[in-house]
């Protein structure tokens, strides 16, 4: 492989690192994100649920 120098191999490695970093950040503000809609869900449900309650004492 004479296309293979070691200048080559920095750079590829180089590159391959730089796209696990990436793919790694991506997945971390992926994972944050569902956490944050999952207690925004739970958040409202409870709102709705007290919601409901109240309405019934009301009626």
């Keep these: 492989m004479d296309w293979m120098t ?5 750079a590829l490695l180089g590159a ?3 796209a696990g970093g990436i793919y790694g950040g991506i ?3 992926l994972g944050r994100m569902a956490a944050s809609i999952k207690a ?5 449900k409870a709102a709705h649920d ?3 309650r109240h309405l019934e004492h009301h009626q």
């Design 6 to 10: 070691p200048d080559m191999l920095k």
């Design 16 to 18: 391959v690192a730089t």
């Design 27 to 29: 997945r971390a503000d």
């Design 40 to 44: 925004a869900a739970d958040s409202a």
């Design 50 to 52: 007290r919601l409901d």
